[in-house]
């Protein structure tokens, strides 16, 4: 069975403070994980990464991946109110539907 | 380019009821599922299919069925509804072959009572 594990499960931070968001997980035929942020709706596509090692980034939003150790972590420089939102993390496993399997997500809260 | 559309926002059912959850997209995306979220469950899948006249079952799929008669249109049928498909439903799309993230609509929130 899939698993994904993301954390913490919740974050407060101020707002300027840089945070390190976390997703581990075991997924049968790994083919490349992605990063959503939600905010009261639906998740909104911020990454998809497919090799280890190799940074992408988005402004002040960074995302790395290591398929050794089999995690990511989703990075947030000089946060701002409007990054609060929860971070949810989908690695992506093989067949023929391409599954994403969805950790529980990270609540950030970013105080002014 | 109105992206992946659900209808209705918002439902209340009975016990028993049955409806039909809308969904629509006009990107020509070739996959298409469906998700339910519950507090500190996450996101589930329900249903899913590759490509029009193919679907399949994903995590959850118990007291839901789904066609795909057009690539543009996956509707999600509750058969008889319960009070635990209580939940915000998600319909998502993707172009295919894994090389882009799923796009969401807006969800449409389910009571059932």
């Known amino acids: 069975e899939d698993k994904v594990v993301q954390s913490p499960l919740s974050l407060v931070v101020h707002e300027g403070d840089t945070v390190t968001l976390n997703c581990s997980y075991e997924?049968?035929?790994?083919?490349?994980l992605l990063w959503y942020k939600q905010e009261k709706k639906a998740p909104t596509f911020l990454f998809m990464l497919?090799?280890?090692?190799i940074e992408k980034k988005s402004g002040r939003l960074s995302s790395i991946l290591d398929k050794k150790e089999l995690f990511s972590i989703l990075n947030i420089t000089a946060t701002q109110t409007g990054d609060s939102a929860v971070y949810l993390c989908?690695?992506?496993?093989?067949?023929?539907?391409?599954?994403?399997?969805f950790g529980k997500g990270t609540l950030l809260t970013v105080n002014p | 380019n109105a992206g992946v559309t659900q209808t209705p926002k918002f439902q209340v059912l009975k016990t028993g009821q049955s409806m039909t959850l809308q969904c629509a997209q006009d990107m020509n995306h070739e996959y298409m599922s469906w998700y339910r979220q519950d507090p500190g469950m996450g996101l589930r899948l329900i249903h899913y299919?590759?490509?029009?006249?193919?679907?399949d079952q994903g995590e959850v799929p118990n007291g839901y069925n789904v066609s795909r008669s057009t690539t543009e249109d996956f509707p999600l049928r509750l058969l008889s509804a319960a009070p635990s498909q209580t939940s915000v439903y998600f319909c998502?799309?993707?172009?295919?072959?894994?090389?882009?993230?799923?796009?969401f609509g807006s969800g449409t929130r389910l009571t059932v009572v």
């Open positions: 989908a690695p992506q496993g093989g067949g023929s539907n391409y599954k994403l399997t």
């Open positions: 497919t090799s280890s090692g």
């Open positions: 299919s590759v490509g029009a006249g193919i679907t």
């Open positions: 997924v049968t035929n790994f083919r490349s």
């Open positions: 998502a799309s993707r172009l295919g072959h894994g090389i882009d993230g799923y796009t």
